[in-house]
């Protein structure tokens, strides 16, 4: 690598600190009221949208 081609720690950190993960929010369940993860279906009680909800394993 040339001397040319280096690129200081400030500059490289600089570029990469827009590359942290954020924390996923938590979505409240309109049917039990649970947190579940926004987009999915719900831990607790299986519903995902009106008329469809999924079987859970307590009520098998």
């Known amino acids: 690598?040339?001397?040319t081609h280096k690129m200081c720690h400030g500059r490289t950190r600089?570029?990469?600190s827009h590359h942290?993960?954020?924390a996923a929010k938590p979505?409240?369940?309109p049917?039990?009221?649970s947190a579940k993860q926004p987009h999915a279906a719900c831990p607790n009680c299986g519903y995902?949208?009106?008329g469809l909800s999924l079987k859970t394993s307590e009520e098998e």
Do not use: E, I, Y
Request: glycine share 6%; proline share 11%.
């Open 1 to 3: 690598m040339h001397p």
């Open 48 to 50: 995902v949208r009106p």
């Open 20 to 22: 942290a993960l954020r």
């Open 27 to 29: 979505a409240v369940c």
């Open 31 to 33: 049917n039990c009221g």
């Open 14 to 16: 600089r570029r990469r």
